[in-house]
């Protein structure tokens, strides 16, 4: 059982999972805020 855990903790250095699982949390909490933006704003006439 060790083995696996050895093997699980190896792949998560060798493709940085970690990296890509913060990427992707401040890409979601990015596009709230784009979301709320414009829900607030109005978005007629936000790209002019």
Request: hydrophobic share 60%.
């Amino acid at each position: 059982m060790s083995g696996l855990i050895v093997e699980f903790l190896e792949f998560l250095k060798e493709y940085k999972v970690v990296a890509l699982a913060v990427a992707f949390i401040i890409g979601v909490a990015a596009t709230s805020l784009v979301k709320y933006y414009h829900a607030f704003r109005g978005s007629a006439g936000a790209f002019r």
